[in-house]
């Protein structure tokens, strides 16, 4: 099978209805997508990309009122939540109803539920009136992407299309929301921060950090997002620049986590490419959208690397 990338939206919305899986640009990252009432088809998602099957998949949908249909009971607070930040990088964990096939959520009595604002993947939800569950589209556990070269970098022969749609505007996958009687807790930290969803409930937001008493969240693996060249995290980066064989990944250089999200990935997997030894990343001030990159670099890491007596110390998490 040749994987070719597309610029037309019926050809894409075409290959949803027939139930096979295609790259698909989202402003997060590109997403793997699927018709997510079609479980054949969407077991075609975790065979493509090698996903355990105990990871559920989030279904993209166009509306509010998709939303309401494919769940059992929409928490009050999601509607405020859809008001402020949908369509947009924001995921709402929702008790599902039998629309929604087992293989989706890997038997949990949970939806992930998703509007994304990308022009092109609205297109293909309206054009094929189907419901998109849609992962990154990289292999498991490795490096999302944010172009459409990334995705056939990764996924070439194993679909027949990528839909072309630009480089992500956001570059950081969503922020995952679950919402227990009323607690709210951020299950995965993404574009949308802690601060901002708070101000909008008026109340103070968990984050899980794999001790809270939850709902499995299976989603929540230690390594994730891991370029093949090993990458250990350092507050030293400056000691490590002139050594030949290591690659540097300092996403403070951007001055503005915006642009430090937006090129996360590609710097991720630009320092793949350079054949070295190790990829050595400094860590960006965890405020705000800071908490979500970083999120992203400890689970891309192998561990701490620290220059001591001029010797190179890695220490394995
Ligand atoms: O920005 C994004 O969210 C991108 C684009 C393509 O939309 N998608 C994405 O999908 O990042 P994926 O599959 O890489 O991550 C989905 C996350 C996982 O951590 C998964 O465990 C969690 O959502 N998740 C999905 N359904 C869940 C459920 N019912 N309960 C708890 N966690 C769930
Ligand atoms: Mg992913």
């Known amino acids: 099978m040749k994987t070719s990338i597309i610029y037309d939206t ?13 790259g698909l640009p989202t402003e997060t990252v590109y997403g793997l997508g699927a018709d997510a009432e079609n479980p054949i088809a969407v077991l075609k998602i975790y065979k493509t990309k090698n996903r355990p099957s105990f990871n559920p998949l989030i279904v993209h ?16 607070v999601v509607y405020d939540l ?12 929702v008790p599902r109803n039998n629309l929604i096939p087992d293989i989706v959520t890997a038997d949990m009595y949970s939806v992930a539920m998703r509007i994304p604002s990308h022009e092109l993947f609205r297109e293909v939800l309206i054009k094929s009136g189907k419901p998109i569950a849609a992962p990154s589209a990289n292999m498991f556990g490795k490096v999302s992407p944010t172009t459409a070269d990334d995705v056939l970098n990764d996924l070439d022969g194993k679909i027949n299309y990528v839909l072309e749609g630009g480089k992500c505007s956001i570059g950081i ?7 227990k009687e009323d607690e709210i807790i951020i299950l995965r930290p993404g574009f949308i921060t802690k601060e901002q969803i708070e101000k909008v409930v008026n109340k103070k937001v968990a984050i899980f950090d794999g001790t809270n008493a939850l709902p499995e ?18 507050s030293d ?15 403070n250089l951007y001055g503005y986590l915006e642009l430090s999200a937006l ?8 320092a793949d490419e350079g054949n070295f030894d190790y990829i050595v990343a400094k860590e960006v001030d965890n405020a705000g959208l800071g908490f979500a990159i970083n999120d992203r670099l400890h689970k891309a890491s192998q561990g701490y690397a620290e220059f001591i007596n001029g010797k190179i110390i890695f220490k394995k998490k």
Do not use: Q, W
């Not at 019926?10 to 096979?20: Q, T, V």
């Not at 949908?61 to 009050?76: G, L, M, R």
């Not at 996958?173 to 919402?179: A, M, Q, Y």
């Open 263 to 270: 090129n996360l990935f590609s710097e991720l997997r630009k």
């Open 237 to 251: 980066i400056d000691h490590f620049k002139n050594i030949p064989n290591i690659g540097i990944v300092d996403l």
């Open 173 to 179: 996958e969503s922020t995952v929301l679950s919402f």
């Open 10 to 22: 019926d050809l894409a919305a075409f290959e949803i209805i027939k139930g096979n899986v295609i």
């Open 61 to 76: 949908v166009k509306d509010i009122e998709d939303i309401i249909k494919y769940s059992v009971e929409v928490p009050s």
């Open 217 to 234: 969240s299976p989603g929540m693996l230690k390594n994730h997002y891991a370029p093949n060249t090993p990458l250990y995290l350092t």
């Open 82 to 93: 859809v008001d402020a930040f949908s369509p947009g990088p924001i995921t709402y964990i």
